[in-house]
């Protein structure tokens, strides 16, 4: 499978549905979606593997499986797909890391690589990452690649929605 993205210690590359067994132990953890609307059961599972095989034909990005280079384990997703924040379709950064992979810098590394790849790639003016405003991690996250505050606002699916932002250098 052809590399998207690469990084000292991370490849990124479009998911397919042999990493279904891969993917399913991430967002099958109650902990690490304990931020999101709902745990993923199979069907939802391979629902999620479809959408992001259905944006790489459409918008030429989506979520990538985030996987080890040393030993090609797929540990995570992190890519660019186009999200309602706030009523409008903005590009957003999000990620996914599985749990005993966390607290490693496994995805700010992977979240820093997709903002260059979008920077590089894309006209974006802006790249967005969105969570439920309880989402300390994901904050973190987005923070250590240099996003800032941008706004919270309420939701639906999140009670609160936390957005942050950074722009393109000119």
């Known amino acids: 499978m052809e590399t998207i993205v690469e990084t000292e210690r991370l490849l990124l ?18 902990d690490i979606m304990r931020h999101y609307p709902y745990t993923f059961d199979e069907r939802r599972v391979r629902g999620w593997i479809e959408h992001n095989m259905e944006r790489y034909v459409r918008d030429g990005f989506g979520l990538w499986a985030v996987c080890l280079k040393d030993t090609g384990e797929m540990i995570g997703d992190c890519g660019l797909t186009l999200q309602n924040i706030e009523g409008k379709m903005l590009p957003e950064i999000g990620y996914h890391i599985r749990r005993d992979c966390q607290r490693r810098g496994y995805a700010k590394e992977a979240a820093k690589a997709v903002m260059d790849w979008a920077f590089w790639n894309t006209g974006y003016p802006a790249l967005y990452s969105y969570c439920k405003y309880t989402n300390e991690a994901s904050i973190r996250t987005a923070e250590a690649i240099g996003m800032q505050f941008d706004r919270e606002y309420p939701d639906e699916a999140n009670g609160i929605t936390h957005v942050s932002v950074i722009y393109r250098r000119t």
């Open 13 to 30: 590359r479009e998911m397919n549905m042999g990493d279904y067994d891969a993917l399913y132990k991430i967002l099958a953890d109650s």
